[in-house]
Every structure is written in C-alpha cells, then in structure tokens.
C-alpha cells in the first residue's frame, strides 16, 4: 500500500519534547510513498538534530531562511511552492501563536505565510503540556488557525513528558499517518451519515462456548475508515473481532446477531447509507444454558437445537421501504463457487440496490480482497487489491449511484 505516492510533503517542527515522535512520522510518510522535506525551528535543533531527520527523510533539512545552498536564497519560497501540504508536527503553542500573528522571521512561520494559500494546505499536530493546551489565549489561537484555513489534526490525552496528565499530548505518528492520508482524499460522502455492520456474530450456547465463524471484520473495518475518508459520519457496529478502530468512526461493539440488530436499527434512522459487511450466524441454540454444559460420563454428546437468526440487512431494507426512506443498502454474499449467480439472487431476495461478491475462502481473514458488484446494470469486476483499496472503490461506487 502506498497512501501517499506522489505527494511531497515538508514537515516543519518545532520545539517540544514531541519532536521524537517526528522522527517516526517522517518515516512512516516515506514508508507510504511520499516525498518528504523537513524544516526546523532553532527550538525543534534542541530536541531532535536535523541529522536524525536528514537520515530519514533522505534530504538535508532546511533551518534558516540565510540558505545560501538555494540559488535564489528564497527557501520559503522554494520549499513551499513545492509541497503537496505543509505538516507541523510537533507545533509548539509559540508557534501557533506565531501563524496567527503572520509572523516572518524565521524559516518555519515565513514558509507557512509565504505559501500558495489556496493550493499548499497546512496541518497542525500541536503538542504541549495540558495548562498550555486548555489555556484562552491558545485555545483562541486555535479557533483563528481554523479560520484562516489550516487543519487542526487534534491532540491525544494521557500521561505527558512533564509528569501531569491530560489533553495536550501530540497525536501519535500512526494516527498522524491516517489522519494526513485521510486529508488527502476526495470528500465524496460529505454529510452523509453511514452505518456498516463488521466481524462475525458470537451466538452463545453457555457462559463459556458458543457459535461463531472465521470473519476477521477486516472488510467492515476497511470499509469504516474508507467512508470516514471520504468524509462521512460512520458508526461501525462491530461483531467480536480483535481489529483497530479506524480514526474517527465511532463503534458500537456487539456479541450477538439479535444485539447486532438492535443497535443497527439504533443507528440507521438516521442514515443515508447502510453496509452490511458482517458475517451473520444464520442460526442460534434455542436456548443459551445457564451454566457450563458439563460432560455427564455417560458419553452420549448433548443435543443442541438451533432456531434462525434474524436477517438484519433485509430487516433494515425493508424497513426503509415501508418508510419509503432514502437509505441506501449494500450487502455481501460470500459463496465458495457459482458467485454470479449466487450473488443476482441474494442481491433480488435482500430487496436492496448493490450487493458485493466475494469468494469466502479467499477474503477471510486476507489483507486483500476481489469484489463483483452487481446492480439492476448487471454484474462489474473490480481487480484484486488490499482491503482499504477495496473499500475506497467501493466507496466511491457507492457515492456515485448516491449522486446519479
Ligand atoms: O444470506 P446471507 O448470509 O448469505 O447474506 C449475506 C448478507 O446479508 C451480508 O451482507 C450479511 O451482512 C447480511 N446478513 C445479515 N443478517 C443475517 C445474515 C446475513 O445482515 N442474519
């Protein structure tokens, strides 16, 4: 995968005990692909050298605006007119202060003044101590960066390099990562509010054993950080899986198919799109033992009885019918073979717009994954690609029968 092929990015650090984490970030921007220049402040040269980053980076990095290595000896204006985004990672409150104020005279806060405003967006990790962080004038200063159009990439909480404990602390580089590759993709699904079910379901048979299957909930989840991307409201009903939550979607963790219902008809009255990606047991024991069914020495094996679970896709669609509501419904059909025609036939008795193919044994648990969507048009093949690619696709296939 490389989210970020293409993109040149300079990374501006200031001064802050963050400035290890920078390091990091720098490397994981390269790992995905782009480009990276990094400019210092004289306070960032105390706290990380600008060899560890030049090492990293690939380029020697840039600290003064006196450069004579630029022919022109304009390195704010080089640097910036060069760059996909500008990324402040760590930005100290004294450096936000000073884009707010348009302050040139050094480097860093001339580059950012001197950028191409409307083409070279710039994005701000800050990073400081708690008191700083909720103090008026910086939680002022953040409002006005908003304002004059930079993206605040948030802050973490917890324990901080002081000693004390709290909002302040600089996002960590993984989280930077998605955050920047999110920025940078198309807002195909701005306002629109999406609910995805994800993993399998866990039906329980007693306190200890129960029914379940292979579903990793990679899909669900990639599907989750695809549409959140694309800048939608995503709420992720999640069955038991052990898969990260994607940056900014919010999830509700269920056991059962019957909780997976309810919270699912909690949240899609509200919603525009719904994605059906879990991997639903069909059936359920009748009843769930109180207690451990225990071996009885007999040797004869208990017997369970097993009643249907209910379908929640074509519960919520038909719903939405009966509501004559605009919700969108998207299911999945894994079959072993005769995908086409398993898949037309899901995709009529779900009652629903879209339904995605796949061959179970080869995406569960896979990191990547081969689609067929079929719709009322018929039957399209995507490539085989890594599960985010899958969904980002997907995404926009959606968006683009959303918008038709
Ligand atoms: O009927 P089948 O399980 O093959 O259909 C798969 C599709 O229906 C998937 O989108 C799955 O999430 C959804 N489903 C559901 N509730 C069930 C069974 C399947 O939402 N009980």
New binding site residues.
């Given amino acids: 995968m490389n989210d970020l092929a293409g993109k040149h990015i300079v990374l501006g650090l200031t001064g802050g005990i963050a400035c290890y984490k920078s390091a990091e970030l720098c490397r994981a921007f390269v790992k995905e692909g782009a480009t990276v220049q990094v400019v210092m402040t004289e306070a960032a040269e105390q706290f990380i050298t600008p060899v560890t980053m030049q090492a990293l980076s690939g380029r020697p990095v840039h600290t003064s605006q006196w450069d004579p290595r630029e022919a022109n000896n304009m390195p704010h204006i080089n640097l910036s007119r060069q760059a996909d985004a500008i990324v402040i990672a760590p930005c100290s409150a004294d450096f936000m202060a000073r884009l707010v104020h348009g302050r040139a005279d050094e480097l860093l806060s001339l580059m950012c003044l001197a950028r191409p405003i409307a083409t070279v967006p710039l994005l701000i990790a800050p990073a400081m101590n708690r008191e700083m962080w909720a103090h008026p004038a910086t939680q002022r200063n953040l409002v006005q960066l908003a304002a004059d159009g930079a993206t605040i990439l948030g802050v973490g909480t917890g324990f901080q390099a002081c000693g004390e404990t709290g909002d302040g602390r600089m996002l960590e580089p993984q989280e930077l990562l998605e955050d920047i590759v999110a920025f940078f993709q198309p807002k195909l699904l701005a306002g629109r509010k999406v609910v995805i ?1 994800a993993g399998p379901t866990f039906e329980a048979l007693d306190p200890i054993r129960g029914i379940t299957n292979h579903s990793s909930g990679k899909m669900g989840f990639a599907i989750a950080r695809a549409a959140r991307e694309a800048g939608a409201e995503v709420a992720l009903v999640a069955g038991p899986v052990g898969v990260p939550t994607p940056r900014g979607v919010r999830r509700i963790d269920v056991k059962s ?1 019957r909780d997976m219902l309810a919270a699912t008809e909690a949240e899609t009255p509200r919603a525009d799109i719904f994605i ?7 059936w359920r024991p009748v009843s769930e033992a109180d207690h451990k069914i225990k071996k009885d020495g007999s040797g004869s094996a208990p017997t369970v009885a097993f009643t249907e ?6 519960t919520v669609a038909k719903g939405a019918r009966a509501k004559s509501g605009a919700l969108f419904c998207v ?4 079959e072993s073979h005769d995908l086409v025609k398993h898949a037309k036939a ?1 995709r009529e ?2 009652g629903i717009p879209l339904l995605v193919g796949n061959i179970g044994p080869l995406t569960f648990g896979q990191d990547d994954n081969q689609m067929l969507l079929v719709d009322d048009q018929g039957v399209t093949e995507l490539p085989r690609a890594s599960k985010i690619e899958c969904a980002r696709r997907l995404v926009a296939e959606i968006a683009r029968r959303l918008t038709a």
């Fill in positions: 079910t198919a059906a990606a879990a991997a639903v047991a069909d679970n209910p379908d929640i896709l074509a299911g999945f059909a894994a899901k008795r779900k």
